[in-house]
């Protein structure tokens, strides 16, 4: 298989995982919505749902298959073939097809969920991608709980499948269980290890259970891993999927990785709001990239850092993740130079004496408010000029 060795596929599972947060669900229209920000975004690959889980879910795969030109449409199934057969059938309208199927990898579940053996677990994967390849080219397996799974194991079902059609393998952190270091290892075990590994593509699945996911798919994409599926936001299951906009943006920063993506990242504020919004799902205010304080600067030493040279106390600009621009917030433990700041944007410029009293007054005011607005600046010079 020949791909650009540099090139990281962004994989965007947010209408498939992120929709199944409780209180998330989508309908068609606002999928098909979804889905065409996401081709503008630069995606190359969208899921777009698990046909066989739902009418809804059959009829948003066939949509979006309609609506969407340019990326991947994708679609789920476990490891049998009524699942593929429906799988198939949704995506019969889709320009670039692609079916993902798989099992569990790991011995916990083979014994606890699937009550079964590994050997039957491994032929029951080959006969997926086997019966999934007749009808698309392109054919993705997940070994579900890899990163609970036994690596030789592991590395013995990849083989097999990439042998049976496999064109990505799907090496997913389940559980949210992996240490960076332990998930890093496990890929390049594969990479090492895995003779026809260079036939496929590795890709990392990663949650958010430990807070790890995005460390987690940085660790697999150091190792080898080109593809990282992810959601907008980071919604997802539990404690939620990988941030595309954290990935992303990690790689874009860290350019001594040299992985790059096509992805548009001005972007990224407004898809982050019009899935917020869409799905009912708030974004916390200190969200990496996206979050409301994502660029809000309050303590005194900050902002008297970023006014002077905002790379002080900025590694991304606020204009590089399409967000507004940065803010300096006044509060309790602003200094007298983002206070300085303010009131010369209000008109106000006062000289040092003056600057002092009106600071300490402003002091007092802020111990009392939890944040100062421009009526409240105002008043102060007003009082002090009086």
Known sequence: MIHDPNKVYIFDTTLRD???????????????????????????????????????????????????????????????????????????????????????????????????????????????????????????????????????????????????????????????????????????????????????IISVHCHNDLGLATANSIAGLQNGARQVECTINGIGERAGNTSMEEVVMILKTHKVLGLNTSIDATQFYDISHTVRNQMNMPVQPNKAIVGANAFSHSSGIHQDGFLKNRENYEIIKPEDVGFPDATIVLTARSGRHALKHHLERLGHKLEKEHLDIVYKQFLVLADSKQGINDTDLNQLVALHLA
């Open 18 to 200: 992120g929709e199944q947060v409780p209180g998330c669900q989508l309908d068609t229209n606002q999928k098909v919505e979804i889905a065409k920000s996401l081709e503008l975004l630069g995606v190359d690959v969208i899921e777009a749902g698990f046909p066989v889980s739902s009418p809804g879910d059959f009829n948003s795969v066939i949509e979006l298959s309609k609506a969407v030109n340019d990326p991947i449409i994708c679609a789920l199934t476990r490891a049998n073939k009524n699942d593929i057969d429906v799988a198939a059938d949704a995506l019969r309208y889709a320009k670039r097809p692609r079916i993902h199927t798989g099992i569990g990898s790991s011995d916990f579940h083979i014994k606890h969920k699937f009550n079964s053996t590994r050997e039957d677990i491994l032929a029951r994967a080959v006969e997926a991608v086997k019966y999934a390849k007749k009808y698309v080219e392109d054919v993705e397996f997940y070994a579900e709980d890899a990163g609970r799974a036994d690596i030789e194991f592991l590395a013995k079902m990849v083989e097999a499948v990439i042998a049976a059609g496999a064109t990505v393998v799907n090496i997913p952190d389940t559980n949210g269980y992996c240490l960076p270091d332990q998930y890093g290892s496990k890929i390049l075990f594969l990479k090492e290890n895995v003779k026809n590994i260079d036939n496929a």
